[in-house]
């Protein structure tokens, strides 16, 4: 924790998730920021000013909390200002001889692969969590999860009437699951000769998307051949 309470830092901790790519950390981030309307901010859209200008203060001086993905590939005066608001509760920005100092009372909430992070920057975090890619007993529960909730159908929040139309026309034609024990076989066969390295569990969720696409396109259920042919598409593509 912040040992200076001036700015009442102690109420405001820093999270870092780090892992290799495909365990999460984005999804997670954009989960938090869909709840809850905090700024999201990546390596392709930091031109929204994080620190701002001599002018303006930037997105750390206004948000309560800001999440940034792939923080080592932000810009670096990004990273440096945003350090400084973790660290002192403020950004200073200088251009020339003129500088002006912000408030920025933020809590920060950061991802980035593993060793990518200086030691003195992932030393600013309160709260470190390193992600893992599941195990196969852990991929056999997320597939089967997805199986649930495939059966369950699908929906969606949409505002224009074609849209809502087109949704319902989708979900009318939505393949049942007839044999799910057979097909929960046949992905646990698949997960068991998967690399003891650790997959991304993005890996097996293509299947399931790949079987649901082709069963619609044939109009029919998915069957064993088809999660097979799911199956086969991934495995050539991501050799």
């Not at 923080?71 to 003129?98: C, N, P, R, W, Y």
Request: overall charge neutral; aromatic content about 6%; proline content about 4%.
């Amino acid at each position: 924790m912040s040992s200076d309470d001036i700015n009442g830092d102690t109420y405001r901790l820093h999270v870092l998730l780090k892992g290799p790519p495909g365990t999460g950390k984005s999804r997670l981030m954009r989960r938090v920021h869909s709840l809850f309307g905090y700024p999201f901010i990546s390596h392709r859209t930091s031109d929204v000013g994080l620190t701002g200008t001599t002018k303006s203060p930037g997105v750390l001086c206004r948000a309560p909390m800001v999440l940034i993905d792939e923080f080592d590939k932000i810009d670096k005066d990004d990273q440096d200002g945003t350090l400084e608001a973790m660290s002192d509760g403020e950004v200073t920005i200088t251009v020339g001889g003129e500088y002006v100092v912000y408030p920025a009372q933020v809590r920060i909430i950061a991802a980035c692969n593993n060793g990518n992070m200086r030691p003195e920057q992932e030393d600013r975090f309160d709260l470190i969590y390193t992600l893992e890619h599941p195990d196969k007993d852990q991929l056999k529960t997320i597939m089967d999860m997805k199986l649930k909730k495939l059966e369950g159908g699908t929906g969606g929040k949409e505002h224009r009437l074609w849209v809502v139309k087109y949704i319902q026309w989708c979900c009318e034609r939505i393949p049942k699951i007839e044999n799910k024990t057979k097909i929960q076989g046949i992905l646990n066969k698949h997960i068991d000769e998967l690399s003891d390295k650790g997959d991304s569990c993005r890996k097996v969720d293509r299947i399931i998307k790949i079987a649901v696409a082709i069963a619609r396109i044939k109009y029919g259920d998915i069957t064993e051949p088809i999660i097979k042919e799911a199956i086969g598409m991934v495995s050539s593509v991501l050799k």
